[in-house]
């Protein structure tokens, strides 16, 4: 019932940035934690970012922190995932998640995932 849908993907110049969003449809938890994984050909899929139920804490991997930001829009059952400062290691596909934080800090995924959205930098 409920639904996640990524947008915003498509190339872009290193350097340069871009806006993925992800909304939600159907029946949702407002407590839902969300996150972004990535994905790139040959890999497995990462976590790159997530956020807490009430936005109030975000995690980055170190690979993007200071680059990436992400937040949350609950009354638009939206998440966001601003990317500046692309580089080429960052093309992948992105998807979204639900999960919930759990101790520590720690993301807890469930299986609620988008579509993804598909990254490319170029050079």
């Known amino acids: 019932q409920v639904q996640l849908a990524e947008s915003g993907g498509g190339l872009v110049q290193a350097g340069e940035s871009l806006r993925l969003s992800c909304k939600a449809s159907g029946r949702t938890f407002v407590n839902y934690a969300l996150a972004w994984f990535r994905q790139a050909p040959g890999k497995e899929r990462e976590l790159v970012a997530w956020?807490?139920?009430?936005?109030?804490?975000?995690y980055y991997a170190d690979s993007v922190k200071g680059r990436f930001a992400m937040s949350r829009d609950n009354a638009k059952k939206t998440t966001y995932l601003q990317m500046n400062s692309v580089n080429l290691d960052d093309t992948a596909v992105y998807y979204c998640?639900?999960?919930?934080?759990?101790?520590?800090?720690?993301?807890?995924?469930?299986?609620?995932w988008g579509q993804g959205t598909q990254v490319t930098v170029s050079s």
């Open positions: 998640n639900a999960g919930a934080e759990a101790e520590y800090g720690t993301y807890s995924s469930y299986d609620l």
């Open positions: 956020v807490n139920g009430n936005g109030e804490r975000t």
